[in-house]
């Protein structure tokens, strides 16, 4: 009994050991993330985007990338304050809009972004790794006048995840071909002709749709966005009935599904929104699910409408630079854990269907369509399920006319 007990207690001494440098790296982050936190509460700033961190020589590395999204996700997590911009939307941002975002920042960019998305905080971060711990020090600057809200310094020791990312520079990739201004009638075309336009990254998956806090994106290698869609019912709403008798409508919409939009976030509210796809005949995608079989549909367009809250009631209004092309089902599929192609012919569409699309694609999963039933409280549904896919590839092709 004595050297079972022995045993369990070096276990647990073995357990505490190997997890402390893992504990004291999210301890060190939370509390810094706390007291920026209260700074940018206290300059009554309501929305703010952590950038790439760089090592002393301004290169962007997987470790800088990695600490940037830890403090992106406990900034976002500490305060209810101020909006943290998702990184995969900030990212699409700055290759939309050509910017150079890392931890070194020029006046210019940070006005830029200001402008294109409201932020009015950067956070940027200056890594340095030593033997045993990894040194960092962050600031909060103003996009208006580059004033420091906030400079803070710390060190965590280096985990096992630390040591296998450390060093490794993130290459930036060759700028893509600058699109032509929007056309009189329509958005903006393609940089270069080619056979193919591929939607992302020129698109981001950054419009969500239905029960839209059941949502998570996530960014993975070789241009695959992975959406992972947790079953239950939270909102906030976004949906056909969000309000009903000018009141939020509590009822979950029974679906979640994000639009791939261009700018990141525009419903048909920026002038230069969308590409002009005409010449286009067909768009082709890669699709699978991770978790089993699932029942997906996918759309293009229909971004035409938006809640119209300066009335007395809420009502729906039609958006100044809607897409030319309705709302089209490219129909439902069942998706495996194989990855699938599928296609859907625009041939027959006229050509000015194309001239401005600003949802350049999209994906929706609804209860219906996957056997999940609505609680007898109407609250969410009897058993929470989780469906995650997967996909790459989304592609608008010319035809041989």
């Known amino acids: ?4 007990s022995f045993t369990l207690f070096l276990i647990v001494i073995f357990l505490m050991v190997s997890h402390y440098p893992l504990m004291a790296q999210e301890k060190e982050i939370k509390e810094l993330s706390l007291i920026m936190a209260e700074k940018i509460v206290k300059e009554d700033i309501k929305t703010i985007a952590v950038v790439d961190f760089t090592d002393l020589q301004g290169n962007v590395t997987k470790l800088g ?25 900030l990212k699409s941002i700055v290759q939309e809009y050509k910017l150079s975002v890392t931890g070194i920042i020029d006046p210019k960019t ?5 402008e294109i998305k409201g932020v009015e905080a950067l956070i940027t ?43 490794e520079e993130i290459k930036t990739p060759s700028p893509e071909p600058t699109p032509i201004p929007p056309t009189e009638t329509g958005g903006k075309l393609p940089g270069i002709p080619t056979k193919s336009f591929f939607v992302y990254p020129s698109y981001t998956p950054s ?13 993975r290698p070789e241009d695959i966005v992975r959406f992972i869609y947790k079953i239950r019912g939270r909102g906030p709403h976004e949906w056909e009935w969000k309000y ?16 791939y939009l261009n700018p990141p976030s525009n419903w048909g509210e920026w002038p230069d929104g969308g590409f002009d796809l005409r010449g286009f005949q067909c768009v082709k995608w890669e699709a699978r699910s ?46 495996t854990e194989d990855w699938q192609s599928f296609e859907y012919d ?27 039933r609505l609680n007898e409280a109407g609250t969410g549904p009897e058993q929470p399920q989780t469906f995650e896919i997967e996909i790459r590839n989304i592609r608008y092709e010319r035809g041989d006319k």
């Open 65 to 89: 990338r990695f600490l940037a999204e830890e403090f992106s996700v406990v900034l976002a997590s500490v305060s209810k304050d101020f909006k943290v911009i998702e990184r995969i939307n």
């Open 207 to 219: 419009g969500y749709m239905g029960d839209i806090c059941d949502i998570i994106v996530e960014e």
């Open 110 to 114: 940070a006005t830029k972004l200001g």
């Open 125 to 167: 971060g200056v890594i340095t790794p030593f033997k045993d711990s990894v040194r960092f020090s962050v600031k909060a600057l103003k996009t208006d006048d580059g004033e420091i809200i906030c400079a803070l310094a710390g060190n965590i020791p280096k985990t096992k995840t630390i040591e296998e990312i450390e060093g």
């Open 290 to 335: 991770v978790t089993g079989t699932v029942n997906v549909e996918f759309i293009i367009g229909g971004v035409v409408w938006r809640w119209d809250d300066q009335k007395e009631c809420l009502v729906r209004v039609p958006v100044p630079y809607p897409d030319s092309m309705s709302r089209t089902s490219l129909g439902i599929k069942t998706l």
């Open 346 to 372: 625009l041939s027959d569409r006229p050509e000015e269907y194309l001239k401005r699309i600003v949802g350049g694609f999209a994906w929706v999963i609804s209860w219906g369509s996957n056997q999940v």
């Open 1 to 4: 009994m004595r050297k079972f």
């Open 244 to 259: 009903v008798n000018c009141k939020p409508n509590p009822r979950p919409c029974q679906f979640a599904g994000v639009m």
